[in-house]
C-alpha cells in the first residue's frame, strides 16, 4: 500500500511538472510570436497625398551606375551615392561630378554621413553589416556585423531579402554621438513572412578600434508598406523619412513608427533618399537619375 501511494505521488510530481514546463514552452512561444506584431504599426493608415514638393528634375551631368543610395555631406556641402555594384560617387548639388571610385564588389543598399567625424556608413546587403568609409580617401576602414536578433527573436533573416536603406541620427548626448537607422526590405505583409521592418542599431564608433565588431539592434518598429529602399534623417522635424520603392510612396515618420504623413512619389525605382541644409531632397533612381525638389 506504502509503495502503490508513493508510485502514485511520483506520478502526480511528474504530472505537475510536464504541465509547468509545458506552460513555459507556450508562454516563450506566444512571446516570440507576439514580440513582432506588438511592435506592428498599431496606428491608422493615412492615405497617400500628392507630394508638396516642388520638382526640379533630374540634376545628374555625368552617368552613375545603378545608383542604391545618397547622402548629403555636410561637411563637405556635396552629395554621395553609391552603387550597387560598389560604385561610390560625389557630385555637387547640381549633379556634377567631383570624383568616384570602385570599392571591392558587394551589394551596396545604401549610404549615410556621421556629420561630427565626416565618414561615411554603407549598408552591405546579405551580410547584413555596415562598412565605415574614409570621406577623403574613399577607403574602408571599418566593418560591423550587425546582430540579427533582439530579445531572443531574429529580426533580420539569413539569406532573407536584406537591409536595403541606412541613416544616421545624431545624439551628442548619445555615448557614441549617436546611432543608426536600416530598413528590412520585405515584399509581404502577411504574418510569418520576412518583416518590413525598420531597427534602431548602436554601434560602437567611439568605444572600439576594432578594424571589425558588431552592432546590435536596441529598438524597431514594423511599417505599413512593403519595399522599404531608402532613409534619411529630417533634422528640422527631428523624424525619419522613408521611401518605399514599389508603392512609390515617401513617409515621414516618429521613432515610435508612426506615420506622419504619406506621400505618392513620381517616377519609378527610388532607391535613395537624402535632405540638405538649404531646404532641397534629393531621390536617386535605379536608372542613374537623381532628382531634385524643393520641400515646402
Known sequence: MAFNRLHRLDLRIALLALTAFTCVLCIYFIFSKNLVAKKNNQFPLIYPAKLPYKRIGNICQNRIREPSGITYHPNRKSLFVIGDEGHLYEITTDGYLIRSKRLKRRDFEGITVDPFSGRLYTVVEGDDAILEIDQKTLRVIRKFEINRKFNGQELLKKKGTGLEAIVFV????HPE???FWVGNQSFD???GKEPSIICQINIPLLSSRKKKTK???????LMNAID???LTYDI???QLVVINDK?????EVGYDGKVLHQYQLPGKGQEGITLDTMGYIYIAQEDGKVIKFKTR
Open 189 to 191: 505583409l502577411r504574418s
Open 236 to 238: 528640422r522635424r527631428n
Open 228 to 230: 522599404i529602399s531608402g
Open 215 to 221: 552592432g546590435k539592434i536596441i529598438d524597431f518598429f
Open 177 to 179: 554621438r549617436g546611432t
Open 247 to 251: 508603392p512609390n510612396l515617401l513617409q
Open 170 to 173: 545624431p545624439d551628442i548626448s
